[in-house]
């Protein structure tokens, strides 16, 4: 036994000799490592602290890293950082857990058992593990695939030109993947790139169905802007205070903040937003200088006339009680004229809005009110970013919709590809189990890589495991996107070196060196990503512009990217679209009701975690043990239901209930949530792993479940993707209960000063 | 019952009683007063045998002289020391040989060293040293902040605590203000926590209460 | 040199119209401050615990249904409910404001936990345990807290006396809002904030963001509450704890029958 101070008092006491102060000491501090090498030491003083970028965890945030001999001890946000300008998300330091995981792979792993037993050997890199794979290649490189995270700049290239040179294709992956949103963007505002959103100048915002505050596309810089549109110094003195109304069938956490928040029901988004656009034209309220004989081809508010409040309010499911005394029509009127008469205005939708079989339609609808709004490429509206000031790098992420995941399943099954290169991406798990893509992965006459960090789903499928180094390792860089509607280009640098007992090997690199050896120098002529990243560089400085302009040569320019974590210019911004003729009538003829995939009692809403998201984050045990900030829930699988509904069924707290749709059944801790509407089940996705570490799987099925087991993978959006929140649920409860590992009763609920109202100032306008 | 059956065992319980008491009197007045306990903790085995007395030795003395910061380079920027890389050793070393860095050490004993120095830098992996001077977990210890007040200022004696307890004349040079605490390093082919030098926490309060630096708890304990 | 020390006083602002929920705080404080892994086991015995937490409270019923977000950490009281009942001084009120907690001189008796009224005290039931290799992220900063003793938030002392070392000590200037920003010494959470909705500052420097409120809520005392200026106020206010806290109201432009419009 040794001796601590704990120890020592308990014998001291038995003893009754009495205590002599002994030290607290940790056997972590007993010994010392000193990295190989400090990386790139620019920063003199105290505690290093390197900028790099903060990895797919955070959807690229700008990140300082704290580095104390050679070990990572803290993330914070970059203030320099034009993105998320000094601030972070919950999830932003799960890549210090990444970092330092007891789980991670520690070296190349080459299959010995049947595919899918998990039985694998060590080898080593020279010559082996590169050997298999450069043979692998050579003979099954046509028509393979190539399947990573969402990746952008040089990564992103590097990918893109290796499969297609290779003769395959490169595509990202996402489980709730935003083909449906980009399509809309693009018919939109025919952009390629996604918007950035004004938040903080605007004054008022509806919101459909996009959680922009927890998990929704650049939710951090987002957030900082929904802090100063709340209480921002400008409106403090002004006294004018940010309105955000939601609408979103699900209580989101952005619904929790909303000032107004409509359940709608699922899928009718679009409708509600034509309706507002006929108010708004019908009633001439349009901001100055919009032409809305060019957005309806000279028709006006007739080419909305089948949207009219009166002729679609009945339809939109919206309570009664949230009427306020007035006709549900009366309603949307009001909606609209406040829409307009409080600008500047902003109208965003994604998520669960997109998200069904009409969800283009949805979307684009909503995004069509910005053109009325006058808010396109305006303060206190929408804009957008330029393209990549480098030709070459990719600036926005190529993400596969679910029909290319079901393209790729058939090909692999008719044999057209007879290789997976895999990259921290995990379709085994995130693809509806009814898209068999497990089966269509697990035969012998495909050959798979993983080049991931950590055993997964899909990764325990492979028969090379080639573990790439995790952000904080390597390195990169990233056209952010969202950008903050300048050029921006973030650097990403190896802060620390991997452990010792670690052995892992940059994916970019490997395919670089892949590259090289099949004769492919023309296309991906470097070595390393570094020097794809110093070629970048040079390239930049001969722009001339932005952080160039500051910097006496190349060299110079590469040390300020490091330093600061990028470049950018201010100057060169994005373009500002205008509408393309008869978009309104356009819209108005793709409008069609969503359909829902099965006949169960409930809508069925699956969505994001807050911090797990699609369970890409699971194996983080900070991620894990962070309570949900509506339920306080943890390491679990909630089914919420709306209380009344649990209560009426007999169901209560912690009691497991399946949850079944035509696709598959999955069972869950019931939460009984007040705030969910009646005739929605709701279900976060993230949990229900089955291999890789066991942070991610230790639940037993009962209270750990992909909720992506419920989609069927054939109900699709126009553009080809998930139709994720157009299903119908059954709901019932199995007769056992779990206690629910919740946050919320474990320190006495005495709503600390809040006493009705205390908590709360009444304002009466706004 | 006569009274003398009975008193041998009692009296073997007796002593042992007193016996046990009296060690662990005697362990506990041990620890208190000797640094460290028992001798406990003196100087560990290091992965690579560095002698301090080549490096850091006056040119006099046979030693090439570098100044502690040199290689401790965060001492007098932070609170930690810091223990270099790796890069840093290799970095002097092909200064001194840059065809053969394991031929930059003399002799043959040395030369096995250096070539685990260099086995490690290949391999990109670091040094696990073994700490030799150590505070308690709880307390802060700040190295910049005394290496300031022991090297700066006005020329002034200030009675010490630490070391030989002799009042010292300030400001030092960089070399003897490690010195107060660690001993000469300098001389020491292996380094030892230096004998006689307190870590009580009197020793602290005394000196910072007679200058005035403040004895808020928070200053050293986090 | 020993120099003359500079007063501070320092104190929060929690804005609650600004706070989103989001649960950035929590794991910033829990990375910075060693805190021990909430496994579930935790949870299901009701002993995790987190130095900052986000207290949810509905607010109503379906469909006019609010969630109310309130951050609760160590209010560092200046009559601390605490302090006094600690039987070996191991919390005290130092001369800048904090509430203190000296790990070393805990010896577990939870009397201090069960007398706060804010229950932001943390005992701990067990050895903190980390795998091997997440042991290399611990901060070396900061204490890590064994078995037994009681733990609670320290507005990042460690921070805040590594800003007074580098910025008073060492370079002769002073700690305001302006070095705690840009040299990197605001508490955790406070920097983490993705709303900018806690705010830091020394009570005692004139420029300092936090000062206007401090004011404001130490003129009007809770009987004069409604002569406030802001929307200032304290915790538990008629406990007269005096908190170095101050929490901003929400504001709900359609509560009381008031309607947006």
């Given at each position: ?63 300082i890293v ?12 970059n ?79 590097i ?28 018919g ?11 938040i ?13 505050l ?58 509600l ?21 060019a ?11 089948a949207?009219?409040p ?59 009110l ?42 692999i ?48 499928l ?65 070595t390393?990503v ?5 070629s ?38 994005g ?64 089914v ?17 209930v ?54 069927s993978?054939g ?16 709901v019932?409860?199995?007769?056992e209960?779990l ?17 009705a ?10 | ?105 003399s ?20 040094i ?59 001389s ?19 000196c ?15 | ?43 299901l ?13 509905w ?16 209010q ?12 070996v ?13 000296i ?64 910025v ?62 802001t ?31």
């Amino acid at each position: 036994m040794k001796l601590t101070r704990r120890n020592f008092l308990a014998w001291a006491g038995l003893s009754a000799v009495g205590a002599v102060a002994c030290d607290v000491i940790q056997d972590e501090e007993l010994s010392l490592q000193s990295p190989a090498s400090l990386p790139e030491d620019l920063v003199k003083g105290r505690d290093n602290w390197y900028a790099t970028l903060g990895g797919q965890a955070t959807d690229g945030e700008g990140v300082i890293v704290r580095v104390m001999e050679g070990r990572a001890k803290k993330i914070q946000g970059n203030p320099k950082y034009p993105v998320n300008q000094g601030k972070q998300s919950v999830r932003s330091e799960a890549g210090l857990q990444a970092l330092y995981h007891p789980d991670r792979i520690s070296g190349p792993l080459q299959r010995t058992g049947p595919r899918g037993s998990g039985q694998y050997r060590s080898i080593q890199w020279e010559p082996e593990a590169l050997d298999i794979l450069r043979r692998e290649l050579r003979a099954r490189s046509q028509g393979m695939v190539l399947i990573t995270e969402p990746l952008r700049g040089t990564l992103g290239m590097i990918a893109d030109r290796f499969a297609t040179s290779a003769g395959g294709r490169h595509l990202g992956f996402e489980a709730l993947d935003d083909t449906t949103y980009r399509a809309a963007i693009k018919g939109v505002f025919d952009q390629d790139r996604l918007p950035d959103f004004d938040i903080s100048n605007a004054n008022y915002v509806i919101s459909f169905g996009a959680d922009f505050l927890s998990t929704w596309k650049g939710s951090t810089r987002l957030s900082t802007a929904y802090g100063e549109f709340r209480q921002g110094n400008k409106r403090q003195t002004q006294g004018s205070r940010g309105y955000l109304v939601h609408v979103d069938p699900r209580f989101s956490m952005t619904a929790a903040n909303a000032d107004e928040w409509l359940p709608i029901r699922p899928g009718m988004e679009g409708y509600l937003a034509l309706s507002l656009a006929y108010v708004i034209i019908s009633e001439g309220m349009q901001a100055e200088g919009v032409d809305v004989d060019a957005l309806t081809n000279g028709q006006g508010a007739a080419a909305l006339a089948a949207f009219a409040p009166e002729q679609i309010a009945g339809q939109l499911g919206i309570p009664e009680q949230l009427h306020e005394g007035k006709s549900a029509a009366e309603k949307i009127r009001d909606l609209a004229s406040n829409f307009m008469h409080h600008g500047p205005s902003i109208a965003l939708g994604g998520d669960s809005a997109g998200a069904h079989t009409n969800g283009q339609f949805n979307l684009m609808a909503i995004y069509a009110l910005n053109y009325l709004a006058g808010s396109v490429g305006s303060g206190g509206g929408m804009r957008f970013s330029p393209e990549s000031p480098l030709g070459n790098l990719a600036d926005a992420a190529t993400v596969g919709s679910a029909q290319d995941w079901a393209g790729v399943a058939n090909d692999i099954r008719s044999g057209r590809t007879r290789m997976v290169l895999v990259h921290d991406a995990n379709p085994v798990h995130g693809l509806p189990a009814s898209m068999a893509f497990e089966s269509a992965l697990n035969r012998e006459e495909v050959f798979i890589v993983s080049f991931s960090s950590f055993m997964d789903e899909t990764t325990a499928l492979a028969d090379l495991i080639l573990p790439d180094r995790v952000f904080l390792e390597g390195w990169g860089d990233d056209v952010p996107e969202p950008g903050p509607g300048y050029e921006v280009i973030g650097m990403q640098q190896p802060v620390v070196n991997p452990l010792s007992d670690l052995d892992p090997r940059s994916f970019g690199d490997i395919l670089l060196s892949m590259a090289q050896e099949m004769g492919q120098e023309s296309v991906l002529p470097w070595t390393s990503v570094e020097e794809a990243l110093k070629s970048g560089a040079e390239a930049l400085y001969n722009t001339g512009r932005g952080t160039s302009s500051h910097a006496a040569s190349a060299d110079d320019l590469w040390n300020m990217m490091l330093r600061q974590g990028g470049w950018w210019d201010e100057n060169a911004r994005g373009p500002v679209p205008s509408a393309p003729g008869g978009l309104l009538n356009n819209i108005a003829a793709q409008a069609r009701e969503p359909g829902y995939s099965g006949n169960g009692d409930f809508y069925l809403l699956p969505f994001a975690h807050n911090t797990l998201m699609d369970g890409r984050l699971a194996h983080i045990p900070w991620m894990q043990g962070v309570p949900d900030p509506i339920t306080t829930v943890t390491w679990q699988t909630w089914v919420e239901l709306n209380s009344s509904t649990a209560s009426q069924m007999g169901l209560r707290e912690g009691d497991i209930v399946s949850v079944a749709t035509d696709a598959g059944s999955i069972s869950g801790v019931l939460y009984p949530n007040p705030a969910l509407p009646p005739n929605v089940v709701a279900v976060p996705l993230g949990q229900g792993r089955k291999v890789g570490s066991e942070y991610a799987t230790s639940g037993d099925s009962r209270e750990s479940s992909n909720a992506l087991d419920l989609l069927s993978a054939g109900h699709l959006t126009e553009s080809g993707g998930l139709a994720w929140a157009g299903h119908r649920a059954s709901v019932s409860g199995t007769g056992e209960s779990l206690k629910i590992a919740k946050f919320e009763g474990i320190f006495p609920a005495r709503q600390i000063g809040h006493t009705a109202g205390e908590a709360v100032i009444i304002v009466t306008n706004h | 019952m006569r009274p003398s059956a009975n008193i041998i065992p009692l009296a073997i319980v007796g002593l042992v009683v007193t016996g046990i008491v009296g060690f662990l009197v005697a362990i506990i007045f041990i620890s208190w007063f000797s640094n460290p306990p028992f001798g406990l903790g003196n100087a560990p085995a290091q992965p690579i045998d560095f002698p301090h007395t080549v490096h850091a030795g006056s040119v006099e003395e046979g030693g090439v002289g570098i100044a502690c910061e040199f290689c401790h380079r965060n001492v007098t920027e932070g609170a930690a020391a810091t223990v270099p890389a790796v890069e840093q050793c290799v970095f002097c070393h092909q200064q001194i040989n840059p065809e053969n860095l394991v031929a930059s050490a003399s002799s043959s004993a040395d030369q096995a060293q250096m070539q685990l120095v260099v086995d490690k830098f290949n391999d990109n992996d670091p040094i696990n040293w073994e700490r030799v001077h150590r505070i308690p977990d709880h307390v802060r210890f700040v190295h910049e902040a005394h290496i300031r007040f022991l090297t700066e200022g006005q020329p002034r004696t200030v009675a010490m605590p630490m070391g030989d307890g002799q009042p010292r004349q300030l400001p030092l040079t960089n070399q003897q203000a490690c010195s107060v605490c660690h001993g000469d390093v300098a001389s020491m082919n292996e380094v030892q926590p230096t004998g006689g030098q307190s870590l009580k926490m009197g020793t602290c309060v005394d000196c910072h209460r007679e200058l005035n630096v403040g004895t808020d708890c928070t200053i050293c304990h986090k | 040199m020993v120099t003359s020390r500079i007063d501070h006083k320092w104190g929060m602002v929690v804005d609650l119209d600004r706070c989103n929920g989001c649960q950035a705080c929590v794991i910033a404080c829990q990375v910075e401050n060693n805190l021990p892994i909430n496994d579930k086991n935790a949870f299901l015995q009701n002993r995790a615990y987190e130095w900052i937490r986000i207290e949810r409270y509905w607010e109503g019923d379906y469909p006019n249904i609010k969630a109310r977000f309130i951050p609760v950490m160590c209010q560092h009281c200046e009559n601390a409910p605490c302090e006094p009942v600690c039987p070996v001084f191991a919390t005290y009120h130092n001369d800048e404001g904090l509430n203190v907690q000296i790990y070393n001189r805990c010896v577990g008796t939870r009397y201090c936990i069960n007398n706060c009224p804010y229950q932001v005290r943390f005992f701990n039931y067990w050895h903190p345990n980390w795998p091997e290799r997440l042991q290399n992220q611990l901060n070396p900063d900061v204490t890590v807290r064994t078995r037994g003793i009681t733990e609670k938030c320290t507005f990042c002392i460690q921070r805040l006396r590594r800003g007074q070392i580098q910025v008073e000590r060492r370079a002769g200037g002073e700690l305001n809002d302006g070095t705690l920003k840009s040299g990197n010494h605001m508490p955790a959470c406070v920097q983490a904030c993705p709303t900018n909705a806690l705010t830091f500052g020394d009570q005692n420097d004139v420029h300092s963001p936090v000062k206007p409120y401090f004011e404001d809520v130490n003129r009007y005392n809770i009987h004069h509450e409604k002569e406030r200026k802001t929307r200032g106020y304290r915790v538990l206010e008629e406990m007269n704890t005096k908190p170095n806290v101050i929490y901003l109201k929400k504001v709900d432009p359609n509560l009381g029958g008031g309607h947006h419009g």
